[in-house]
């Protein structure tokens, strides 16, 4: 059996690799594969072309964490999984100059990507920690939200995630997760 550290480091290496074949889940709208249509679900073209293209074309989500999120103006939002930073520079447009978005990834490529992508698009509320979902960078009350989009399903400890989830939120926080989830049927 695999230790938690060989877990991580698995998952590391795969989304090292799947960004150097740029073959992320979402496109422009004209160019999302059949396949990968689930990826984009829950964003509208709007909002895709509102961001970098290649924070877009390197996002591996699921869905949609802010679809049904109130994030409001000057508000704290933390993204665990952030990637090549799709959600956070969407949530960065909600919480406007006033407001902080922190994305936490524990791919280095991925946070260079995503701090590439925050510079090409102007957003200054936004930035990166490397760090994994079982133990963040982030203090203790922190956020207003949390999101996350796919990714505490690759997580080797999921009970410490939400534990780290409800460490940094401020009271009162909440927390909007697209993500997946399997069920063994008897």
């Keep these: 059996m695999k230790t938690e550290d060989q877990i ?3 998952v ?4 090292t690799a799947a960004v150097s074949m740029k073959s992320g889940c979402c496109a422009t709208s004209h160019e999302i594969p059949v396949e990968r249509v ?3 679900a ?5 909002e895709l072309k509102s961001i970098p293209p290649d924070a877009v074309q390197n ?3 699921c869905g949609n964490p802010l679809a049904f999120s109130e994030v409001l103006p000057g508000q704290t939002v933390a993204d665990i999984g952030s990637g090549a930073g799709i959600d956070c520079l969407l949530a960065a447009q909600r919480v406007g100059p006033n407001g902080k978005v922190i994305g936490i990834d524990m791919t280095p490529v991925m ?3 995503a701090q590439k992508n925050a510079l090409k698009a102007g957003a200054q509320n936004v ?3 490397l760090g994994n979902a079982e ?3 982030l203090a203790n009350e922190e956020a207003d939200w949390i999101i996350s989009n796919c990714v505490i399903n690759l997580s080797p400890n999921k009970p410490a995630v939400f534990r780290e989830a409800f460490r940094t939120l401020r009271s009162g926080g909440q927390i909007s997760i697209s993500d997946i989830m399997v069920e063994t049927l008897p």
């Design 59 to 61: 996002s591996f989500g």
């Design 127 to 129: 930035e990166f920690r």
């Design 111 to 113: 946070i260079e990507k």
């Design 38 to 40: 689930a990826c984009c």
């Design 8 to 10: 991580r480091e698995q």
């Design 12 to 15: 590391r290496e795969r989304y």
């Design 42 to 46: 829950g964003y509208s073209e709007e």
């Design 135 to 137: 133990k963040m960078p």
